[in-house]
């Protein structure tokens, strides 16, 4: 049994995380740590295994970064932790003056922010290179004065010394969507998925567009989304009928075309305005043709392996990615999707007709995708990562 205090600190996620709570407080706790997790939440609870200590939820990005920044140190005091874990840039500066109060200091890099920057539509253009070399200047001293985890490969080239903590599925708590059975059947009609934070630059109008070229397909976005983005969606979807899903469950539905039901697409958009956790599983496990990632040409993207493609995976579905040279090698590599120019929706919409209607060849690309995330892409290895480096911290 480990005796050791820790906490996990963020300013920006939700009490639910996939990457901090579910993954590495979880694990933790299991290790016999005492974890605190000070987040976004109205009380104080134990959840888990896990505290969680409760912070307000800024009103907007300048409170979030000042007030709220404030409010997540002094419950890292309150914690009592002697190890502390910072999950948002703004929380550096705080991090400099907890190490001064010697604490142990790590710094988990879920993004490559310098990136970021230019596909952040609220940073403004002619900001965006300021902001871009005023995130790489603050890596640099947290490289010096923190531990390092990183959520990807890559970033190992700005954090030579770091640990990798890689954002693969954990298997037990996915066994819902490992347990489902695909067949190789026939569906009604084309119906696709897309699990994850919606926004324009991960691809949301692309996907809304696939309406206009597949009459009669379905296409579920659950995941987070603002309210811009999903009026995006709907004036990229063309005459398609819209459902939005509230967080009750309870269907609205948005009918703009007479046409007839058979030749008029369907838009499920779940998650507007609020948060998606247990949902997603549940959608992912019925029947999809395809999970979707198609992403618009973006730097920032091109080396990452995204959660949702493991989440696919495991789930026995087929990835419609774009073509981005590490997707590509994932899918290739696994022979469980397809890589295609996102720029060529029509090329992407021809594939997709083939795999609707081929079932046997889409069963299959499923099976060999659950098969690599059992055997390469499981959190089971990134935990041990992550406990072993807890471990000769913790001494």
Known sequence: MVECRVAHLSSHHQPVDNRIFQRECRSLA????????????????????????????????????????????????????????????????????????????????????AQAAGVRSWI????????????????????????????ERYYARTFPRSVNVLNYPHLERSAALRSVARTATQAD????????????????????????????????????????????????????TIGVIAEDGSVAWERRSDRPDAELSTILLEGVDYYVTDQMVAALQQPWTAGLSLFPYSEHY??????????????????????????????????????????????????????????????AMGERGREAVEGRYSWTSQRQNLLDFYGSLAR
Not at 53 to 75: D, G, K, S
Not at 77 to 87: P, T
Not at 128 to 138: C, I
Not at 200 to 229: D, Y
């Open 189 to 240: 009609r084309i119906r696709l998925i897309y699990a994850g934070s919606v926004t324009i630059s991960r691809g949301a109008e692309l996907h809304a567009r696939l309406a206009t070229l597949l009459p009669g397909c379905l296409i579920h976005f659950c995941g987070h989304m603002s309210r811009a983005t999903a009026d995006a969606i709907r004036r990229a979807s063309g005459d398609a």
């Open 30 to 113: 299991d290790a016999g740590y005492t974890v605190h997790f000070v987040v976004r939440n109205p009380v104080d609870e134990m959840r888990d295994g896990v505290h969680i200590m409760a912070i307000r939820t800024p009103r907007n990005r300048l409170e979030r970064v000042t007030v709220t920044a404030f409010q997540v140190f002094r419950r890292a005091l309150e914690s009592k932790a002697r190890i502390v874990h910072l999950h948002d840039p703004e929380l550096i500066p705080w991090g400099f003056l907890l190490r001064a109060l010697g604490r142990t200091v790590i710094f988990d890099v879920h993004e490559d922010f």
């Open 124 to 151: 403004p253009r002619p900001l965006r290179g300021l902001v871009a070399h005023g995130w790489s200047g603050l890596a640099w001293l947290a490289s010096r004065a923190f531990h390092i985890v990183i959520a």
């Open 302 to 363: 091109y080396e990452k392996e995204l959660t949702k493609f493991f989440e696919y995976m495991a789930a026995g579905l087929p990835l419609i990615v774009s073509d981005f040279p590490n997707w590509r090698a994932i899918v290739d590599g696994t022979r469980c999707g397809l890589a295609i120019d996102p720029e060529r929706l029509d090329i992407a919409a021809d594939l997709i007709r083939h795999l609707h209607a081929s079932p046997a060849e889409r069963l």
